[in-house]
């Protein structure tokens, strides 16, 4: 997924992509990746041999990129947002500033367990 960057009449930003809701901010997500990771584990005989491989699901992850305005807040580590119909709870983020009234932030969350 990517964003549509747009001026419109009354020069307001218009970004094509999703927004989030994190606390009381919002904020555009750009892009993101989900990923479904598990974790695989083998049963060996008495001589070595592999007799049988069982594969467990593990929380969801997701990374990506929001886009916020300069000056507010960016999202504390633990905060949730609601994606799809799943939260998840941000576990990493990173800002960059490339003009001055917006700001990109990088950022990985994992699925909140219910």
């Known amino acids: ?23 009381t901010e919002e904020f555009v997500l750009q892009d993101y990746s989900l990923s479904r990771p598990s974790e695989v584990t083998e049963l060996n005989g008495s001589s070595g041999e592999t007799i049988c491989v069982v594969a467990v699901q593990k929380s969801a992850e997701i990374s990506g990129t929001f886009v916020k305005e300069s000056a507010k807040t960016d999202p504390s580590l633990g905060a949730e947002f609601t994606l799809e119909g799943v939260t998840y709870f941000i576990t990493e983020t990173s800002e960059s500033r490339s003009n001055g009234e917006f700001a990109t932030i990088s950022f990985s969350a994992r699925e909140k367990l219910t």
């Open 1 to 23: 997924m990517t964003a549509n960057i747009t001026i419109n009449p009354a020069n307001k930003y218009v970004f094509g992509s999703k927004v989030v809701t994190i606390g």
